[in-house]
């Protein structure tokens, strides 16, 4: 959705790292080299992305998870309007509010760029799907797989309008 310009990502190097982890305890499949590379070529087509200088907030924030605050204190500090996390009750709004952000699951976070500009986002989700090369994925695949991911409000928009996909 990014590479279409329907939102500016932001990140930092510690969520870098945190998504690789993770990825990496979830999915002991993946190559942490084949991430890596993943995550040069998130930098190389967002240069503007990477989020720094942010850390002297970091003692100031409050939220229900300590380690979580690094976040808040990028997303302040790169003047972000959305955390996009499927972890909604560590970013509360009472935490976020006072900094004109709030937190979105990915899936609402989709459907709401879906709404927003249909054509861009069924754009960007047709490249996606026909990226995909080992294996390709059919329609019905790829909707599967993005309901097994917790977009199943994404999946389930998507459906009706497979003429897009």
Do not use: C
Request: net charge negative.
């Amino acid at each position: 959705m990014a590479l279409e310009d329907l939102y500016q990502p932001l990140w930092s190097d510690k969520v870098h790292e945190e998504w690789i982890t993770a990825l990496l305890r979830n999915r002991p499949d993946l190559d942490r080299a084949k991430l890596l590379r993943t995550r040069a070529l998130m930098e190389a087509h967002f240069e503007q992305a990477m989020v720094t200088g942010f850390e002297s907030r970091i003692d100031e924030l409050s939220l229900p998870d300590p380690d979580d605050r690094h976040v808040l204190a990028a997303a302040i500090h790169g003047e972000a309007n959305i955390i996009i996390t499927a972890n909604l009750a560590d970013f509360p709004p009472e935490a976020l509010n006072p900094h004109g952000i709030r937190a979105m699951h990915p899936d609402s976070f989709i459907h709401f760029l879906i709404e927003f500009a249909p054509e861009a986002a069924f754009a960007a989700v047709r490249a996606d799907r026909l990226s995909l090369k080992s294996p390709s994925k059919s329609i019905t695949d790829y909707l599967a797989d993005l309901k097994s991911f917790g977009l199943v409000q994404t999946a389930e928009t998507l459906q009706r309008h497979p003429e897009w996909l």
